[in-house]
């Protein structure tokens, strides 16, 4: 636990003052600089040391290196209200007509990899990486978007993946990551549903600052050659069991319950046209196993309050997203790569009320990037996304007759060097 929380310090600093990262939910696009840059695709076949986050058996495949790298990140979130009026008779929820916009729209994310081969085919690496995306800040301007002042949250996630691989036959190899994971959060601006008897415990609904929580959970893949010109992977990471958030136990689900869903990744990669790789990922994201993410508000908002075990949450569906990525080898020195992604964005329209805070509307990616070899062991690498703007609009459901929009867009560049040993 000791070593965890040296590097879970070291990579919250950079986080700071809120984690986010193109997201398909709250889920990063892609891990690591040369996996996002083709859109994530890359469950079939990897190139560094954060592989693990992808597909820990890719790391068999990657040699002894290490990775580092630095994203910058810019989404911009928006909500608009339509309708209604701005009172609170008879327990509806009239939010003040108006559009705001977000704060905070400039965020940096670090990623770090390592990885040894050993003898027989073995090797052991490390990755680290984060997720985020639930990060909102709106003003208190007349009275804030709940009546209750500024308004918003932060999520900050990170994984830290130590990884054993093993290739043992020619082309074909199994992995395993024990998954330690570490999240903070905050709330603001709740102070209205509590007093409408909402919450099952009010004093732990908002304000209560920065809670934290560790957790556990396992990821485990294959990856391996089909054919001369075919590759395929599979993996599959646990719920990770977390902590509660005691300091909000009066806000999510189960008491302050937040697990991280689980995931499943399949894909194949094809270099049938010389120096070029074709590559196609599906990745599946079971966010309604999670109460506090896929409970719905309504009607449990009315039926047990915010915390309990069945309380309302943010109505999440599950996600699943097709990627393709493009990679072609100019020569010994320069690499380019290309890639979209495309999954239907998890909110319903009935739960546009709630997810004010957490917009995790985007659908679209389309990504571009490169890798210079500087040396024989050296290499530079950098992406480009861009996410076009996603709107979902449906009636407040606390409020009849109140239309509410959500829309976020979202660009982003990152830059890492990776070293092989």
Do not use: C
């Amino acid at each position: 636990m000791r070593l965890s929380r040296f590097w879970a310090t070291i990579a919250l600093t950079a986080l700071l003052p809120g984690t986010a990262a193109a997201t398909n939910g709250y889920f990063s696009h892609g891990y690591g600089t040369i996996n996002a840059g083709m859109a994530g695709a890359g469950t079939a076949l990897s190139q560094d040391s954060i592989a693990a986050a992808t597909n820990p058996a890719g790391m068999a495949f990657v040699g002894s290196r290490i990775d580092g790298g630095l994203e910058a990140f810019s989404p911009r979130r928006r909500y608009s209200v339509e309708g209604g009026a701005p009172n609170i008779p008879n327990q509806t929820f009239y939010l003040a007509p108006g559009s705001v916009s977000s704060k905070n729209g400039a965020f940096l994310i670090p990623h770090f990899g390592y990885n040894r081969s050993l003898n027989n085919g073995h090797s052991l690496g490390l990755s680290i990486f984060a997720n985020g995306g639930m990060n909102t800040e709106y003003s208190g301007a007349q009275g804030g978007t709940f009546g209750a002042g500024k308004t918003g949250v932060n999520l900050e996630q990170l994984f830290i993946a130590p990884t054993w691989s093993w290739e043992f036959s020619e082309g074909q190899a199994i992995g395993i990551s024990p998954l330690i994971a570490y999240q903070r959060f905050k709330a603001e601006g709740l102070g209205a549903f509590g007093a409408l008897g909402f919450s099952s415990n009010p004093n732990a609904l908002t304000n209560n600052g920065t809670d934290d929580a560790w957790g556990y959970g396992l990821q485990i893949g294959w990856q391996g050659k089909v054919t001369d010109t075919l590759r395929a992977g599979l993996s599959w990471r646990t719920i990770l069991e977390m902590e509660e958030f005691s300091k909000y136990e009066g806000l999510f689900a189960e008491q302050g319950g937040f697990d991280i869903p689980q995931m499943f990744n399949a894909g194949i990669a094809w270099s049938g046209i010389r120096n070029h790789w074709l590559l196609l990922d599906v990745q599946h994201i079971r966010y309604s196993d999670i109460n506090s993410i896929g409970n719905p508000m309504m009607p449990n908002l009315m039926q047990a309050p915010l915390g309990a075990d069945q309380g309302a949450g943010f109505g999440w569906d599950n996600m699943t997203i097709v990627k393709l990525g493009w990679q072609w080898q100019q020569d010994e020195q320069q690499t380019w790569r290309a890639g979209v992604s495309y999954g239907e964005q998890p909110v319903p329209d009935e739960e546009v009320l709630f997810n004010i805070l957490a917009p995790g509307v985007q659908e679209w990616h389309f990504t571009g990037g490169f890798t210079h070899r500087v040396s024989d062991a050296l290499e530079v690498s950098g992406m480009a996304f861009y996410s076009p703007r996603k709107t979902i609009r449906g009636e407040n459901p606390m409020g009849p007759g109140q239309q509410i929009e959500l829309s976020m867009s979202q660009v982003g560049t990152s830059l890492s060097v990776g070293y092989q040993f």
